[in-house]
């Protein structure tokens, strides 16, 4: 195994880009250290490793900061090639497919969700319908896969995690189900797959505590949204 | 078999001549199928069922969609003349700050065109913002690839070709020289690059559009 010099990944508790980044270094073994931030009051080593976004996650290898969790991914991919498992098939149509929809999931699904979990009323039912689309597009690409990418799990698999652990927490707080195992059994079954992965359902953020952060962040926007409107 | 390569783009469309100027770049033959979109062509709803835009690169007949995404498949496919570094630290910088210029740079300026007047000062003091951390990676290099044109440079065509014609559109100056010198040097590089000229759509045409565009729906509330 190549030397991986130092690791550190700045990160939340909750951070579900932050996850994406958590999976990929304990999947291929790669030793790190593990920071907490908390974005009320954003660290010094955060401001100065992300001062464009001063966002999580930061991935920090041998002081070199790399940001974004999709740049994160594909540099860990590229610089611990030698570690299996590959985020990213070799073939290079392969490579823009898994691209594409991660992407597809970071710029359009997730938008959807936000829109529908964060909004009431007609806003909301426009972002159910819309996060209902983009979940018929995944279904039917996932169709007779066991991942994204086939049979190897990479990156967009980690881009769509939060389906798997947000999205029951957003049901319960909302009272409504968005995946169901009758319109989505790829989608379901490919949930159970990645659960059933060991480092990635040790990561999991604990329930409860979940439930209780995107309560309030949900009070927060429609209080706001109450206010704006007068 | 010889290979084929297809872009179905369309003349006017900065994210259209990213590809063309990657595979003009690496000397790769295409053929590009102009698009009506106002029209969609079957061609395009079969190869870009999920998004139904351009620009599309087929090779071989097989599709592969959103102009950065293709950028990086032309990359790995066609290996000589690379657009992106090689180490895996600059190639993420690369990525990055691809990345920041069409959410924060090329989108600042959308919005700023479809705006309502009064969200307009805020939305220009932030793409003031983005565009003064963007020239801040120029910094003395001749374009952000360093002495050849390379990923980011290609990404960011709409400010290099299309951002000046859009501030004549809607009347604002957002990147003047004397606010962003080195960006407006780079600007200078990029169009007068001998691969990135003959590839430029007609100035006076794309105008003519812009100003018609904005006329039509800007102050439609």
């Known amino acids: 195994?190549?030397?991986?010099?130092?690791?550190?990944?700045?990160?939340?508790?909750?951070?579900?880009?932050?996850?994406?980044?958590?999976?990929?270094?304990?999947?291929?073994?790669?030793?790190?250290?593990?920071?907490?931030?908390?974005?009320?009051?954003?660290?010094?080593?955060?401001?100065?490793?992300?001062?464009?976004?001063?966002?999580?996650?930061?991935?920090?290898?041998?002081?070199?900061?790399?940001?974004?969790?999709?740049?994160?991914?594909?540099?860990?991919?590229?610089?611990?090639?030698?570690?299996?498992?590959?985020?990213?098939?070799?073939?290079?149509?392969?490579?823009?497919?898994?691209?594409?929809?991660?992407?597809?999931?970071?710029?359009?699904?997730?938008?959807?969700?936000?829109?529908?979990?964060?909004?009431?009323?007609?806003?909301?039912?426009?972002?159910?319908?819309?996060?209902?689309?983009?979940?018929?597009?995944?279904?039917?690409?996932?169709?007779?896969?066991?991942?994204?990418?086939?049979?190897?799990?990479?990156?967009?698999?980690?881009?769509?995690g939060w389906l798997v652990n947000l999205v029951p927490v957003f049901e319960e707080i909302l009272g409504l189900k968005i995946v169901d195992e009758e319109r989505h059994p790829s989608l379901s079954e490919w949930s159970r797959r990645i659960s059933d992965i060991r480092v990635i359902e040790e990561s999991w953020p604990p329930r409860d505590k979940l439930v209780t952060k995107w309560a309030a962040i949900r009070d927060h926007f429609l209080a706001t949204a109450r206010a704006s409107s007068g | 078999m010889a290979e084929q390569v297809k872009v179905l783009g369309s003349w006017g469309s900065p994210f259209s001549k990213r590809v063309e100027l990657a595979l003009k770049l690496k000397c790769v033959n295409y053929e590009c199928i102009e698009q009506d979109l106002a029209n969609k062509s079957q061609l395009l709803l079969d190869y870009n069922p999920v998004h139904k835009k351009i620009p599309v690169l087929i090779h071989n007949g097989k599709p592969i969609v959103e102009s950065l995404v293709i950028l990086e498949y032309i990359d790995e496919t066609w290996r000589h003349n690379s657009i992106f570094p090689h180490d895996p630290y600059e190639k993420a910088m690369a990525r990055f700050w691809a990345k920041f210029i069409d959410e924060k740079c090329n989108e600042g300026v959308w919005k700023i065109m479809w705006c309502k007047e009064e969200e307009r000062g805020k939305l220009v003091e932030e793409v003031l913002q983005h565009f003064g951390t963007l020239e801040g990676q120029l910094k003395d290099k001749k374009f952000f690839g360093g002495e050849e044109i390379g990923m980011v440079d290609i990404a960011a065509n709409f400010i290099g070709y299309w951002l000046g014609l859009v501030q004549e559109a809607i009347g604002m100056e957002l990147v003047t020289r004397d606010k962003f010198p080195v960006l407006c040097r780079w600007m200078d590089e990029f169009v007068g690059h001998s691969v990135v000229k003959p590839i430029l759509p007609p100035r006076d045409e794309l105008l003519a559009i812009f100003k018609a565009r904005f006329n039509a729906t800007a102050w439609e509330y």
């Open chain 1, 1 to 160: 195994m190549a030397d991986q010099g130092e690791v550190k990944l700045l990160k939340t508790w909750s951070s579900l880009f932050g996850l994406r980044v958590v999976w990929a270094l304990k999947l291929k073994g790669i030793p790190y250290e593990s920071v907490d931030e908390d974005l009320t009051n954003k660290s010094d080593l955060l401001l100065q490793y992300n001062p464009v976004h001063t966002k999580v996650p930061v991935l920090i290898h041998n002081g070199k900061p790399i940001c974004e969790s999709l740049v994160i991914l594909e540099y860990i991919d590229e610089t611990w090639s030698q570690n299996p498992p590959s985020l990213l098939p070799q073939d290079p149509i392969q490579r823009a497919s898994a691209r594409f929809w991660a992407k597809f999931m970071d710029e359009k699904a997730l938008p959807s969700m936000w829109q529908a979990f964060t909004k009431k009323g007609r806003e909301q039912e426009e972002g159910l319908a819309s996060i209902a689309e983009k979940l018929k597009l995944l279904e039917a690409e996932l169709e007779g896969k066991k991942f994204f990418g086939g049979e190897e799990i990479g990156i967009p698999d980690f881009a769509l």
